[in-house]
């Protein structure tokens, strides 16, 4: 549930169209609920492979995120654990 409310919550804060500053604010709101450095940079790397470069470049509000974020969001956060654990 946490993991769920972290990158709930880190997606409310995703708000610009350049990858490097929506990457830079996905890791950022991810640390600021608790992910370390480590979590926060895996799970925006399967993010982004997911969803690829291109299309997260696209994304400028939280209205624009793609309906599966969520979800895809937390499953790339439970990889990382398994991942860094």
Known sequence: ??????????????LTAC?????SEFKDGCRNFGGNRSFCSCSYNNVE??????RLKQIKNPMQ?????????QQAGLACMSELN
Do not use: N
């Open 19 to 23: 990858s490097s500053a929506f990457e």
């Open 1 to 14: 549930m946490k993991l769920k409310l972290i990158f709930s919550l880190s997606a409310g804060v995703l």
């Open 65 to 73: 995120f793609p309906e599966d974020w969520e979800d895809q969001v």
């Open 49 to 54: 492979q997911h969803y690829g470069e291109d």
